[in-house]
């Protein structure tokens, strides 16, 4: 029988459970020889390591040394309380979202997607909304609960919003390539406040998608989701699926409060 | 005076920077540091995230913590109020989701060091503000995420702290323009100017509303208060020989007031076919978060014939200067300052971090952008 994982306190596992056991491979650029293994020993107890070992060293070239190690992590992490913070979503296929749509929604789901402002890439958008889609799945234009508008690269937020509230948009999604420089994050909280400044922040869903977005940075941006790589059609059909089902059980809710404080 | 002193009367008070490390969050715990001092009940919470140690573009910029004394009410999600492993009493629910979670309302039962992540969305700002606010908060902070302002309308708050910095530009002169600009754009002249020209037209904008969807309509006005409904999203979209040929059918139009967004795109198409027919036009919306300007402010603008007014006014308490750009360049705090007094004399300027701030100064080096 296993053990029981204590999910409040997690550290790396090899032979047992709780061993806290780690392999690293690093180079020093230092010559190959004894000094050079202990410096790799002190370095691995200075990270934190107890019992480090040298399992492997050699010449990698003249003057550096390549090191494979093992040695124990002494820290632990809270998994438990990293549960729930959003990335933990179980994917629905593409039948299921169909049903799930079908039975919750029981109308077509409206999408409209771009890259706004300057930004020339396409392709994520493409890969998301166009039927080709990507990595073998096939984008939600191909999907019959979904109507999709992919108005390309380089759109003005404003043209974006108005095309979104003409055709009465579930979600928009757009995509931009985030770098550290101011523009690019302005592109992204223009477009929220547009949305603020047109009142329809609480009808549409705001998703943002690109090679650096994360959920934190969707959330300081103000989006209801953020998208990176490795993200597939259906990752985003299930988010925008289920968060319309939600909020359609809240409006619910709030309705029928409504109703029984007036009767 | 000081950040508490000055906003002391706002139930509800907005931290907005103009862009992201220009000191919000800075600006938030010095303000905390002061109402803890005065034993003030607060509540708080963030259109973004606040509290986080790393910046989340740019890892190597270390963000200040937030530390909240016992008693207070913060908004913020489920997994982050659990992360924090402060005791505290949940007073509230709400049906807010976000990237990072659920939004829920606590009172904290001991003082700790949290992330706050509350609601985006302004409607639900406003709501969970006014439940910590019922639920025993004499005041609530909102914190701005980036350069963010929705949260400063009046519709969700009273008064409002600007954050502007070194790193808008590595050329003070243009530090101090542009946030010369921001100012402006805040501080928009009310339409309801005293005349019975003033309250008329903000009668025709408040009572805007179309009869065939419920839905806010642009309206043009003439001199004798005729109105002219524009098409919807007619500001959000339409290209410049649309624009003229509005101003050509309507020949002694004098104001356009604008149900919803005004964008730079159409501002700037409109401001050419105005002055390219030697007209004036008052553009009027509900406030200064409406209005999307890129580069030119809007005394620019006035001076070209289309000057842009409000409904309704934020009040901006005071100013914050973060003088440092965080691995880029910084000013000295002292020259920045008397830069922006004189571009902007009547709106108090602090470093809460500098030596003469006559506040509680934050604990420096553990805050040193925001």
């Known amino acids: 029988m296993r053990d029981a994982v204590d999910l409040t306190a997690v550290r790396p596992y090899a032979d047992h459970l709780g061993d806290g056991l780690v392999q690293m491979s690093f180079t020093l650029p230092v010559p190959y020889s004894l000094a050079a293994r202990r410096a790799a020993l002190e370095l691995a107890a200075n990270m934190g390591f107890s019992e480090p070992e040298v399992v492997h060293y050699e010449e990698l070239t003249e003057g550096y040394t390549y090191f494979v ?64 889609g990507y990595h073998g799945h096939h984008g939600l234009e191909g999907y019959r609960s979904f109507e999709t508008y992919n108005l390309g690269s380089q759109v003005p937020n404003s043209v974006l919003l108005a095309k979104a509230i003409e055709v009465d948009a579930d979600a928009i999604l757009v995509s931009q390539t985030v770098t550290q420089q101011n523009l690019h994050v302005h592109n992204l909280t223009e477009l929220v406040e547009m949305v603020e400044a047109e009142g329809k922040r609480g009808e549409m869903i705001l998703a943002c998608g690109g090679p650096r977005v994360s959920n934190e940075l969707a959330k300081e941006l103000g989006y209801d989701a953020g998208f990176s790589k490795g993200t597939e059609p259906h990752h985003l059909a299930t988010f925008i699926v289920r968060e319309l089902a939600a909020r359609a059980e809240s409006s619910a809710r709030a309705t029928s409060a409504t109703e029984s404080a007036i009767g | 005076m000081t950040l508490s002193e000055l906003t002391a009367s706002d139930r509800r008070l907005a931290l907005v920077g103009l862009a992201k490390n220009t000191g919000k969050t800075v600006a938030l715990t010095a303000l905390l540091r002061e109402l803890q001092d005065d034993g003030r009940c607060v509540g708080v919470t963030s259109v973004g995230r606040d509290g986080e140690e790393h910046d989340v573009i740019d890892a190597r910029i270390e963000k200040p913590r937030v530390r909240l004394p016992a008693g207070s009410l913060v908004a913020t999600t489920d997994g982050l109020l659990r992360a924090s492993a402060i005791a505290h009493e949940l007073v509230g629910d709400t ?57 400063s309308s009046p519709e969700v708050t009273d008064g409002l702290i600007m954050s502007t910095g070194a790193v808008l530009d590595r050329d003070i002169e243009e530090v101090v323009l542009q946030t010369r600009d921001a100012v402006e754009l805040v501080r928009l002249p009310s339409v309801e100017d005293g005349s019975d020209t003033g309250l008329r037209l903000a009668q025709l904008a408040r009572a805007g509303v179309s009869s065939v969807n419920g839905e806010r309509v642009t309206l043009l006005v003439d001199e ?15 290209e410049a020989e649309q624009i003229a ?26 401001v050419h076919a105005v002055h390219r027919r030697r007209r004036e036009l008052v553009v009027v919306v509900a406030d200064s978060t409406r209005v999307f300007l890129w580069k030119r402010g809007p005394d620019w603008y006035r001076r070209q014939g289309v000057e842009l007014r409000t409904l309704n006014s934020i009040q901006l308490q005071a100013i914050t200067v973060n003088p440092i750009a965080p691995q880029s360049h910084g000013f000295d705090s002292a020259e920045l300052r008397g830069l922006l007094e004189e571009a902007i004399p009547d709106v108090p300027i602090f470093d809460v971090l500098h030596a003469d701030y006559a506040g509680v100064a934050p604990i420096a080096g553990n805050a040193t952008v925001g």
Not at chain 1, 79 to 99: S, V
Not at chain 1, 109 to 117: E, F, H, P, Q, Y
Not at chain 2, 251 to 262: F, K, Y
Request: charged content about 20%; overall charge negative; glycine content about 8%.
């Open chain 1, 69 to 132: 190690m093992f040695g124990r992590c002494t820290q632990t992490v809270d998994f438990a309380a990293l549960q729930g913070e959003g990335f933990d979503i179980e994917y629905m296929n593409e039948d299921e979202i169909e049903a799930f749509a079908a039975e919750h929604l029981a109308r077509k789901v409206v999408v409209v997607g771009a890259s706004t402002g300057s930004d020339t890439h396409s392709v994520g958008i493409d890969a998301m909304l166009n039927l080709k």
């Open chain 2, 245 to 270: 040929e509005l101003l050509d059918a309507n020949p002694t139009a004098r104001w356009l007031l604008v149900a919803g967004a005004l964008p730079d795109r159409f501002l700037r198409n409109l």
């Open chain 2, 224 to 238: 004798d208060f005729a109105t002219v409904a524009l098409p919807p999203r007619f500001v959000l979209s339409t």
């Open chain 2, 95 to 151: 049906d807010v989701r976000t990237p990072l979670g659920r939004v829920l309302i606590a009172r904290l039962a001991a003082a700790g060091t949290i992330e706050i992540a509350g609601p985006s969305a302004a409607t639900d700002v406003r709501a969970v503000s006014d439940a910590m606010l019922a639920h025993g908060a004499e005041q609530v902070l909102i914190d701005g995420a980036v350069d963010r302002r929705a949260a």
